[in-house]
């Protein structure tokens, strides 16, 4: 299976949490929690889902949305996701 380059996947996210809360999509690393982004909160996240969701043309149901408590876990499951998107 060919990986798609980490640097455009994390671009990718980066582009979706500017969607979601208009923040610098610079400022948006592997590192990144929802309390680094004051607008990351209950609500904040299913924008940020949806965001994500539209970026990828992926579908996240609950066990994803629980699983991305950060920006290493988004990174993670959408990888996982995609990589099942292309083999299937």
């Given at each position: 299976m060919?990986?798609s380059k980490?640097?455009?996947?994390l671009?990718k996210?980066?582009?979706?949490?500017?969607?979601?809360?208009?923040?610098?999509?610079q400022t948006v690393?592997?590192?990144?929690?929802?309390g680094?982004?004051?607008a990351?909160?209950?609500m904040?996240?299913?924008?940020?889902?949806?965001?994500?969701?539209?970026a990828?043309?992926?579908?996240f149901d609950?066990?994803?949305l629980?699983?991305?408590?950060?920006?290493?876990?988004?990174?993670?499951?959408?990888?996982?996701k995609l990589?099942?998107?292309?083999n299937?």
């Amino acid at each position: 299976m060919e990986n798609s380059k980490p640097d455009e996947l994390l671009a990718k996210i980066r582009t979706a949490f500017k969607a979601a809360f208009d923040i610098d999509p610079q400022t948006v690393t592997l590192d990144t929690v929802p309390g680094d982004i004051s607008a990351w909160d209950s609500m904040g996240h299913v924008t940020l889902a949806s965001s994500l969701e539209q970026a990828f043309g992926l579908t996240f149901d609950v066990d994803d949305l629980m699983a991305m408590e950060n920006v290493q876990e988004i990174y993670r499951i959408v990888q996982s996701k995609l990589g099942q998107t292309q083999n299937a």
